[in-house]
């Protein structure tokens, strides 16, 4: 298995990015996918999550309304759209299955 993130950046507030992680290794269409995010001194939390038809989504409370996961089972790519951008969204962003994981990407929002 292995997951490849990029698109993070340094974005001032109220800015956007968005996320992609390319996956190999596994039938990506048969498992839910999972974004994660990780600031300094914190544990590690969920962000978002889409099961595998891609019309099931979950989010933290701290980003419904601004993030949005999706997936493209053609691309084995799981996406975050994240829009609205907060200071405290400031962390590296991982891509999970089960017990995988990406190397992360920095996502840095400042002015």
């Known amino acids: 298995v292995q997951l490849v993130e990029s698109g993070g950046g340094l974005v001032q507030p109220g800015g956007s990015l968005r996320l992609s992680c390319a996956a190999s290794?596994?039938?990506?269409?048969?498992?839910?996918m999972t974004w994660y995010r990780q600031a300094p001194g914190k544990e590690r939390e969920l962000v978002a999550r889409i099961f595998s038809g891609g019309g099931s989504t979950n989010y933290a409370d701290s980003v419904k309304g601004r993030f949005t996961i999706s997936r493209d089972n053609a691309k084995n790519t799981v996406y975050l759209q994240m829009n609205s951008l907060k200071p405290e969204d400031t962390a590296v962003y991982y891509c999970?299955?089960?017990?995988?994981w990406g190397q992360g990407t920095q996502v840095t929002v400042s002015s």
């Open positions: 290794g596994f039938i990506f269409s048969s498992y839910v």
């Open positions: 999970n299955i089960a017990n995988f």
